[in-house]
């Protein structure tokens, strides 16, 4: 019997495939000269979410070259779970993207979820970095429980229930099939129970821990990081990128740069209230990140 193979995402002009680990990773390069700059968003969101191909665009009139990526469980890219944490996972893949197209050592920057994935990489392949740009840095209990809450509880609660086929019912899993149809045999291909396991483990990567600044990283890692490096620190009462956490960063990154927000104190929570409110049809989280370009450029120019 001849088995058909279900077709994968469909790419659009620019777009590329490369595969890490037995999965296929999407991937685009914007701009034809300069350094390299990877550039990740936060969540599970892609590299199309709205408000991050504008800044990518700002950077490559800056003179540079920016490669955007649909990490692991992201966008139009393979499902894939392994590794101590899902920010494992990416770093692992980011270091794999990097030297397989040969544009290492590089830029990295990032916000929220791509913050700490970037600083994660660093630590752990800091040959490959040339220079950290980082915003919006999750941490605090309020954000760690928030996110384990959010991007792990759905999946444990539906593999107890129903196995892997309720995994591929829940609402992101839904979502990824929908961008990448192989993803749902990939899916269903997971035993239930090592599927299991691994999601717990990458909960207690968001239980707070004393001496883990940010979720499922210990501060000693941050003594690897030796490149220059520029925070943009967390607004005034923003909950899920706390302003304390990103000055507890600037300080276990030797020699780092700490700046204040390019945009409004409040523009996280205004921007969450106005989604809530429905006044606002599309992702508006990230609209601002347009507004740090010119003081990455700044930072990105210093010798």
């Not at 970095?129 to 760690?144: A, D």
């Not at 928030?146 to 107890?160: E, F, K, N, T």
């Not at 990824?176 to 299991?196: G, V």
């Amino acid at each position: 019997m001849t088995t058909l193979k279900v077709a994968g995402p469909t790419l659009k002009r620019g777009e590329k495939l490369f595969e890490v680990n037995g999965g296929r990773v999407v991937y685009e390069i914007l701009g034809k000269q300069g350094d390299f700059i990877a550039l990740t968003p936060g969540g599970r969101f892609s590299k199309d979410i709205e408000g991050l191909r504008p800044l990518a665009q700002a950077l490559v009139k800056g003179g540079y070259r920016v490669l955007l990526w649909d990490r692991p469980n992201c966008g139009k890219s393979d499902v894939q779970f392994y590794g101590q944490s899902e920010s494992h996972m990416r770093a692992e893949t980011l270091h794999a993207l990097i030297t397989g197209l040969g544009i290492g050592p590089c830029i990295l920057a990032g916000g929220s979820g791509g913050a700490r994935d970037s600083m994660l990489t660093a630590m752990l392949y800091p040959e490959i970095v040339r220079k950290l740009v980082v915003w919006n840095i999750v941490g605090g209990i309020y954000g760690t429980f928030v996110l384990g809450s959010y991007y792990i509880v759905p999946s444990i609660l539906a593999v107890r229930g129903t196995g892997m086929r309720g995994v591929a019912q829940v609402g992101e899993w839904k979502e990824r099939i929908a961008e990448n149809p192989a993803n749902r045999d990939r899916l269903l291909s997971f035993d239930a129970d090592d599927f299991l396991k691994l999601m717990l483990r990458w909960l207690n990567a968001f239980v707070s821990k004393p001496g883990q600044t940010i979720p499922g990283v210990d501060d000693e890692m941050f003594d690897n990081i030796g490149v220059p490096t520029l925070i943009i620190r967390g607004g005034e009462n923003d909950m899920d990128h706390p302003k304390r956490t990103s000055l507890e960063v600037s300080c276990l990154i030797k020699g780092s740069t700490l700046i204040d927000p390019p945009w409004p104190e409040d523009a996280w929570e205004r921007a969450a209230e106005a989604r809530a409110s429905g006044k606002v049809k599309r992702f508006n989280m990230f609209d601002t990140w347009v507004q740090a370009a010119p003081a990455i450029l700044e930072f990105l120019g210093r010798r």
